[in-house]
């Protein structure tokens, strides 16, 4: 099994900025890559940013200019540092990780942390 350990939300006001961490740790062969996602009420769990080892990015649109994603590779832990925050950020944080584990037969496998609440308010 995989655990995934969240950090960092909160309420911050709009323009402020909030940085997320997550760290994996458990039977990890290797990390394919790792992410965050985020889910508003009463909208579908979408895509906020993803990372690879080897440095690949990729942002959401809504994103893009004003969140950072970063990862510690020897500590196996994502950052999500995130600037210009809009009160339409405001949603639970969920950090992704797909992993390469060698258990029975080597395979890849997607966890999820449980999330944190992000709230954008004046």
């Known amino acids: 099994q995989v655990q995934l350990v969240e950090s960092g939300g909160g309420l911050v006001q709009p323009g402020g900025s909030l940085r997320l961490s997550c760290t994996a740790s458990?039977?990890?062969?290797?990390?394919?890559?790792m992410g965050w996602y985020r889910q508003a009420p009463g909208s579908p769990r979408e895509l906020a940013a993803t990372i690879t080892p080897g440095g690949r990015t990729n942002y959401a649109d809504s994103v893009k200019g004003r969140f950072t994603i970063s990862l510690d590779n020897a500590k196996n832990t994502v950052f999500l540092q995130m600037n210009s925050l809009k009160p339409g950020d405001t949603a639970i944080y969920y950090c992704?990780?797909?992993?390469?584990?060698?258990?029975?037969?080597?395979?890849?496998?997607?966890?999820w942390g449980q999330g944190t609440q992000v709230t954008v308010s004046s």
């Open positions: 992704n990780a797909n992993v390469r584990q060698y258990l029975a037969i080597a395979a890849d496998y997607v966890y």
């Open positions: 458990g039977s990890i062969g290797s990390i394919n890559a």
